[in-house]
């Protein structure tokens, strides 16, 4: 497929008249998103419980 196809095609799926305008709070955490010790330390005990990323040695911290 040639490069103008492909980019009708794209246009054609995702008009540029549609795209939601997103807030620059939401912009800046798409960007900088919050690191995955902290999102994990943040987690209620249930979630940690049943989250497969968290071996049984971290539940006890």
């Known amino acids: 497929m040639s490069e103008d196809k492909a980019k009708n095609q794209a246009e054609k799926n995702h008009p540029k ?3 939601p305008e997103l807030s620059p709070e939401l912009l800046d955490k798409i960007k900088h ?3 995955i010790d ?24």
Not at 43 to 61: F, G, I, R, T, Y
């Open 17 to 19: 008249e549609e795209a």
């Open 33 to 35: 998103p919050p690191s």
């Open 38 to 61: 902290s999102t994990i330390r943040n987690q209620s005990p249930e979630e940690l419980k049943h989250n497969p990323a968290v071996s049984p040695e971290m539940l006890d911290d």
